[in-house]
């Protein structure tokens, strides 16, 4: 079974995009993508959803980055 998992922040940056990516693939999340959610004002995102996938069947455990 595929298992996905979204993490959305409001602070796009790449430090912060980065981070995200980071500590779930070392939690055993595989980097699916990045989808961004723009203002109508502004050429610069408002929020990001980075998306992860990962094979298994077990129920989401509590120890994974920031429990989000």
């Given amino acids: 079974m595929l298992r996905y ?3 959305e922040t409001s602070t796009v940056t790449d430090e912060e995009l980065e981070e995200i990516i980071n500590n779930w693939v070392a939690a055993g999340w595989n980097f699916d993508g990045i989808q ?4 109508e004002s502004s050429k610069r995102p408002a929020m990001a959803f980075v998306l992860f996938t990962r094979r298994g069947t077990e129920e989401p ?7 989000e």
């Fill in 36 to 39: 961004f959610a723009m203002r």
């Fill in 5 to 7: 998992k979204v993490v």
């Fill in 61 to 67: 455990a509590g120890d994974e980055p920031g429990s």
